[in-house]
């Protein structure tokens, strides 16, 4: 009797482990994208950020081909290179090859995910990627695979991985606040100062390649987009300044992906879905605020 | 009539700028006096934003060069400064006056370190200029056309240049605005810079400017406002494009033709 | 071979019904998404078809059905809202319209994928194979789905072949549309709805993430080979139409291999393709061009300096020898060789050993460049204010481009001068003046 207790104990505190690591990997990648996509948003680049989520597939894979571990650095570089890919075909469809802009990321980014899904099919055998884990991602499965150092159990590998990068963007941000700022408003003005604005577009553009392959075994190719342009979004309609929006947009995030967990569990569904979900009822929430907001204020300037 | 000056503020040789092949600017060659207020006059789409873009380095040239204060701009970058038209930024951007003011103190070299407290004072003392000090934290989505357009100016102001160039700095600006502004503008030539302003009001071309530029894709005149405004130059340059010389860039944009032979 | 011939005889009455079901839903979307092309929408089919998702599963939560007709309604209502939630969030909120559309995208596709798998989880019957939805699965569909497939895309083709008129005008000029009194917002309402039916047929096939292509690439790719709307749409059914047949074709012959994926690579090869060599805008026809421009520059410039060389003694029909020319102009030794041989060939001089001659049309054709250089900087300096010294650059390359017509009309506008700018005498032909 005592002996069943404790290994329900044990089986429990395991459970609650588990919910621990998947909610602060899910808090992670959205702390990660908020992040990099305030300034998708300002830039008016969403839909090229994505593209490039979409893009990483090809790239992926062709590094789990090569490497033949699911190591991220392989993934990292697979998955950078094809990011940066994809804006080059993007800019050069569109200025040598005089192609609308819509359409050049349009056909860019189908094209080359249609390339990811047939290399998974043409090497279903040697690639461990299956097609769900490419459109929802595996974030229940996340803590089955631990970082051991030394011998000691360090916690899940992507928790690391994500710490990592977020450290990167952090750093980034700290040090390139001014630039990426100013060249986000006013790109001409920064232009006229001498201030290079192609380094900033492309520093952006591989953050969001890191962004979208390490989110990926987490949320997939395609909720990452949420988590990008979601919590972003709803923090612009709500803020006044930069540093405002993006510290809300963090704490969005975060919140979507706690809110998004019970919610999944409690739908006995996807979990990313149920995170990117969130990510859409915070965005509708905030907009009804914003409107009651302006209603009133009308109202009272018509009293006046 | 064009008149070129001696120890130019601004120089522009053989300057043909064009868009996916087509010129918009068609061989301008003139020079502006330094220290005058100088006006830029033309109708919509004659090439007024592009001709002050392609002095500041921002699109590229299909011929010819430009020459600030007898140097490349490159030499000069931090005393000119560039007033952009109020239409080409997002005015819902999260930022507040102070922030877009401070931007003015932003140099390349010291991207990566914060604005120093001299700044924030240079960056206040351009908001006192234009009036604007009560609205140092408002956001500037809250602001009206005449006060984002007061924001602008006193970003500019906050570089402490020695050549300004601004495009219709006037739009949407109502009239008591507009005298303020002017008088800001005299008071900068009282110091000895050089304003080069895109103007759309001929009405008031007379006081406002020492020196003025019509231009239509080419130019039609440059000089002392006195000598070149009248009813001949204005005909030329709102009785619409030379039918002769937008046909030959009509075909220079068909052919891929190059504009210069290498 | 073997499987190329079961395949293209369509004896196999499965491969036959997939196929045509394939090609039409193709066709339907590629003829949509010229329009979409054209209003710069494309990107809003690629929302459609996300949310298209959520749709499928509510409608199969009710129904308890895979079949096409039992989800159709659901899709095509979350699709059409999506359009809506977009036009209002770049309307109403200070949301620009690239964010509207990825947030619209993203989140209404992970509102399906939480339905999905919940169904999934559900243990249903029937539910499995509804996620292949997500990638498209051809090979599954049945006799009835085809049918729906065929007759919607025929619905879409009589549509738009019987407004085309306003449609035509609701794509290039919409004010002027309205200033003509067409309903302006029923007929993008008929587009939009059109769209989204085509979108909510289409995902069967290849599934939400790629269907944007099969709406964006087809009319991207027609937009390379002409300018008329027409021919455009009869081109776009055909890129997409063909990519649909190969598709399949692919995925028959290799059964592992999935059909949506290799329809849109098909179609994105073809999409490089023309834009490498399409004759509109493509990169190769425009370098021809160059290189044609570069040639015609060439050798007018040879002809000029072979008419300027005349000039100083008033001889034109004179041999000039090599060095005579290359002091007169610098040519280097392949240019020159190149552009002789062009020119002789036209008849235009003869060459030998010791130099040039011109023949009486190539001395036409010398003067003829020559007055219009002259002609050019004349009018630069008249009507560009510009002083003589800065007009000769100009004229070297615009003496080029200039055509008869424009010829005549700078002559006449100028008055038929005699000097240039420089003082240099403006040469006529014999023919020049008559012609007026
Ligand atoms: N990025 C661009 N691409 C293509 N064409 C352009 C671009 N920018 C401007 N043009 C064209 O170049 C011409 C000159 O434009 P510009 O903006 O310089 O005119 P403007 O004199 O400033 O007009 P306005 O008074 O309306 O501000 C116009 O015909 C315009 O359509
Ligand atoms: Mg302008």
């Known amino acids: 009797m005592i002996h069943h207790s404790k290994e329900h104990d044990r089986k429990k505190r395991k459970k609650r482990m588990d919910t621990f690591w998947i909610i602060l990997t899910g808090s992670l990648v959205a702390t990660c994208s908020a992040l990099v996509g305030c300034f998708l948003v300002l830039r008016k680049m969403a839909m090229v950020g994505d593209a490039i989520s979409h893009a990483v597939l090809p790239g992926i894979v062709l590094a789990y081909l090569v490497a033949q571990t699911r190591d991220s650095l392989p993934m990292l570089i697979g998955a950078a290179i094809f990011g940066v890919l994809i804006t080059i075909l993007i800019e050069t469809l569109h200025q040598q090859g005089k192609m609308q802009i819509d359409a050049a990321i349009g056909l860019s980014f189908t094209w080359l995910f249609a390339l990811g899904v047939i290399l998974i099919s043409v090497y279903a055998g040697r690639v461990d990627l299956d097609q769900d884990c490419v459109l929802y991602g595996e974030i229940a499965y996340i803590p089955i695979d631990i970082w051991f150092w030394n011998g000691q159990d360090m916690g899940p590998k992507a928790v690391w991985q994500l710490g990592g990068l977020l450290g990167v963007i952090v750093l980034l941000l700290v040090l390139g606040y001014k630039g990426l700022k100013i060249t986000t408003f006013d790109e001409k003005f920064a232009a006229s100062l001498g201030i290079s604005t192609i380094f900033w577009h492309y520093a952006l553009m591989s953050l969001v390649s890191f962004t979208t392959v390490l989110s990926f075994e987490s949320v997939g190719a395609i909720l990452v987009v949420a988590f990008l342009v979601g919590p972003a979004s709803t923090a612009y309609l709500l803020s006044k300044r930069l540093s405002e929006m993006l510290f809300l947009a963090v704490l969005l995030g975060i919140l979507a992906a706690l809110s998004g967990y019970f919610l999944a569990t409690w739908l006995n569904a996807s979990i990313a879905g149920g995170m990117a979900a969130a990510v859409g009822l915070e965005f509708v929430l905030a907009l009804i605020w914003v409107s009651i907001k302006k209603k009133s204020l009308e109202i009272a300037f018509e009293e006046i | ?262 | ?436």
């Open chain 2, 1 to 262: 009539m064009i008149q070129q000056v001696a120890n130019p503020a601004i120089e522009l040789h053989s300057l043909t700028v064009a868009y996916q092949q087509k010129p918009v600017l068609w061989n301008l060659d003139y020079t502006l006096p330094a220290g005058k207020l100088i006006g830029i006059v033309g109708p919509n789409g004659s090439g007024k934003t592009t001709m002050i873009k392609s002095i500041m380095g921002l699109v590229p040239l299909s011929s010819g060069y430009v020459k600030i204060f007898d140097e490349s701009l490159d030499k000069v970058r931090s005393r000119v400064s560039y007033v952009p038209q109020r239409g080409s930024v997002d005015w819902d951007f999260p930022v507040n006056v102070l922030d877009v003011v401070l931007m003015g103190r932003a140099k390349p070299r010291r991207l990566f370190s914060r604005y120093s407290s001299q700044d924030k004072e240079i960056a206040m003392d351009s908001l006192k200029k234009v009036n604007m000090e009560a609205f140092v934290k408002r956001q500037i989505s809250e602001l009206s056309g005449g006060q984002q357009q007061r924001v602008f100016l006193a970003r500019a102001l906050a570089q402490q240049a020695d050549l300004y160039l601004m495009d219709e700095p006037f739009a949407g600006v109502d009239a008591s605005t507009e005298s303020t502004i002017m008088d800001l503008l005299k008071s900068m030539r009282a110091e000895g810079k050089t304003i080069v302003v895109v103007h759309h009001d001929l009405q008031t071309v007379n006081h406002y400017f020492d020196w003025l530029v019509l231009l239509n894709t080419r130019l039609i005149a440059s000089g002392p406002t006195k000598e070149v405004f009248n009813s001949e130059a204005l005909t030329q340059t709102y009785g619409g494009k030379l039918n002769i010389l937008s046909r030959v860039g009509d075909l220079v944009k068909e052919k891929a033709h190059p504009l210069r032979e290498k």
């Open chain 3, 1 to 436: 071979m073997q499987t190329f011939l079961d395949f293209f005889s369509f004896t196999d009455p499965n491969v036959r019904w997939v196929v045509l079901g394939i090609m039409a839903m193709c066709a339907g979307a590629a003829l949509v998404g010229v329009f979409a092309f054209l209003q710069k929408k494309s990107l809003v089919g690629d929302a459609i078809s996300h949310a298209i998702l959520p749709g499928i599963c509510l409608s199969f939560l009710i129904t308890e059905s895979k079949a096409t007709w039992a989800l159709l309604p659901g899709a095509f209502l979350t699709g059409w809202f999506s359009l809506i939630a977009i036009d209002y969030l770049t309307r109403h909120t200070k949301l620009k319209s690239d964010s509207a559309i990825a947030l619209v995208l993203s989140v209404f596709y992970g509102v399906g994928i939480l339905l999905l798998t919940m169904i999934q989880n559900m243990e249903l019957a029937q539910q499995s194979g509804l996620d292949k939805f997500l990638f498209g699965k051809a090979a599954a569909m049945v006799y009835e789905d085809v049918l729906v497939l065929i007759g919607l895309s025929i619905l879409i083709a009589v549509v738009i072949f019987s407004l085309y008129r306003p449609f035509r005008l609701l794509s290039f000029n919409p004010e002027y549309a309205q200033s003509l009194g067409y309903p302006i917002r029923f007929l993008e309402g008929l587009l939009s709805g059109l769209t989204v039916l085509s979108v909510a047929i289409g995902v069967q096939a290849v599934g939400v993430v790629l269907m944007a292509a099969l709406l964006i690439t087809p009319a991207a790719t027609a937009r390379y080979w002409t300018n008329s709307l027409s021919v455009m749409l009869i081109l776009a059914t055909f890129f997409g139409a063909f990519s649909g047949l190969m598709g399949t074709y692919i995925s028959y012959t290799y059964p592992h291999m999935p059909t949506g994926p290799w329809v849109v690579t098909v179609l994105s090869v073809i999409a490089i393709l023309s834009v490498l060599l399409g004759r509109k805008k493509g990169v190769l026809a425009s370098q021809r061009q160059l290189r044609r421009n570069g040639r015609k520059m060439l050798e007018e410039n040879l002809l000029k300096c072979l008419y300027h060389l005349g000039e100083m003694d008033n001889e034109w029909q004179k041999k000039r020898t090599w060095a005579e020319i290359t002091q007169k102009r610098l040519f280097t030794k392949k240019q020159l060789q190149r552009a002789w041989k062009a020119l002789s060939r036209k008849k235009l001089l003869l060459a030998d050993r010791e130099g040039l001659l011109l023949s009486k049309e190539g001395e036409k054709m010398g003067r003829r460049i020559t007055k219009i250089h002259r002609l050019w900087e004349l009018y630069l300096t008249k009507h560009l204010h510009l002083a003589s010294d800065h007009v000769h650059e100009d004229a070297e390359a615009i003496e080029h481009v200039i055509t008869p017509e424009l010829e005549k009309e700078l002559e006449h506008q100028l008055g038929y001068p005699v000097l240039d700018p420089h003082e240099e005498p403006i040469p006529y032909n014999e023919d020049d003046k008559k012609d007026t």
